[in-house]
């Protein structure tokens, strides 16, 4: 079985780190903090984009990367020395040591985050030795498109093939949902994010926890 898991809202709550180390990339870049930003269940590729577009700027992948580069200089200096109150959400270290020890299960991330911004924010809350393979917001604009790329990424880190049937994707967002049935997986929602347990089970969610300390049936 193969587990994937979104990052922000779902795993850690970086306590407006990302937000913030966005805005100033775009203050150094641009001149001014920008549009405002909808982050949840966004990729980084979309999100830099709009950013991009609202400044009449064509978004080519050579102002994507340089913009990217910005960022996650400033987000690696707000995670150690912004002073905010980022934390691992209740349950996560726990489940993941729990799927860690099953020789059944392979686990990775899937998530709206580079992949470079997902080492910094996995490394910064040392759970990096827990996804070891991924699908990420630079890959593809459209989260629902991500799916593939982590099976084949699964399959090439593991030596196994993974069906979207034994597939659960993990988050926090009605976007990580249509994700998961996009491919033909399941979605685990956990209420942990912006969206609350009814409004996830109203977008079709397989399950639904209101965190990851709950029991889970992955049936």
């Not at 920008?34 to 979309?46: C, E, F, N, Q, V």
């Not at 994507?64 to 905010?84: C, K, Q, S």
């Amino acid at each position: 079985m193969l587990f994937l898991f979104d990052i922000d809202g779902t795993l850690v709550d970086t306590g407006g780190a990302g937000m913030a180390s966005l805005k100033e990339a775009t203050c150094e870049i641009f001149g001014h903090e920008g549009p405002d930003l909808d982050l949840a269940g966004s990729t980084d590729l979309g999100i830099v984009a709009n950013i991009h577009l609202h400044f009449a700027v064509q978004p080519t992948r050579e102002r994507f990367d340089a913009y990217i580069n910005v960022y996650l200089a400033r987000l690696n200096w707000n995670l150690r020395h912004g002073g905010f109150n980022g934390r691992i959400y209740p349950g996560v270290s726990e489940l993941l040591s729990e799927l860690a020890a099953r020789p059944d299960v392979a686990v990775g991330l899937l998530t709206g985050n580079t992949a470079g911004g997902a080492a910094v924010k996995m490394r910064h809350f040392g759970l990096s030795e827990h996804f070891p393979f991924g699908a990420y917001g630079c890959d593809h604009a459209d989260r629902n498109r991500l799916g593939p790329f982590a099976l084949e990424r699964a399959a090439s880190h593991t030596g196994r093939t993974f069906l979207p049937a034994n597939t659960w994707i993990i988050g926090d967002t009605p976007k990580d949902i249509a994700c998961a049935h996009a491919i033909g997986a399941r979605c685990l929602a956990v209420a942990t994010g912006s969206f609350s347990a009814s409004e996830l089970k109203a977008h079709g969610a397989d399950q639904v926890v209101e965190s990851l300390e709950q029991e889970i049936q992955w049936t």
